[in-house]
Nanobody, 125 residues
Framework: QVQLVESGGGLVQAGGSLRLSCAAS????????MGWFRQAPGKEREFVAA????????YYTDSVKGRFFISRDDAKITVYLEMNSLKPEDTAVYYC??????????????????WGQGTQVTVSS
């Protein structure tokens, strides 16, 4: 089994920064994409950012471009989400996810095979 464990969430004022981490453990698995999604109260889970593991190519949803940065550490099998200039609308539970099959869509939650438990990010105004 594969486990994804997120950390780094918390409470921050608008304009502040947070860095989320997601460490993978368990059996060896192929990593095609690793990504971050978020879900605010009363809303559907939405794509935030993803990284194609082998090439390092990055993808972002429009609302976080220029503010968030996704990166990976291959040796640690860890993906990070650096979040800057945070806004109250960024408040959500953030989930890490791993996709193991090539050809999937990086922005589609259904194409991810493993999920973390989520970490709360709260941005106060």
């Amino acid at each position: 089994q594969v486990q994804l464990v997120e950390s780094g969430g918390g409470l921050v004022q608008a304009g502040g920064s947070l860095r989320l981490s997601c460490a993978a453990s368990g059996r060896t698995f192929s990593r095609y994409y690793m990504g971050w999604f978020r879900q605010a109260p009363g809303k559907e889970r939405e794509f935030v950012a993803a990284i194609r593991w082998t090439s390092g190519y990055r993808y972002y949803t429009d609302s976080v471009k220029g503010r968030f940065f996704i990166s990976r550490d291959d040796a640690k099998i860890t993906v990070y989400l650096e979040m800057n200039s945070l806004k109250p609308e960024d408040t959500a539970v953030y989930y890490c996810a791993a996709s193991t099959v090539s050809g999937g869509n990086y922005y589609y939650a259904g194409d991810y095979d493993y999920w973390g438990q989520g970490t709360q990010v709260t941005v106060s105004s």
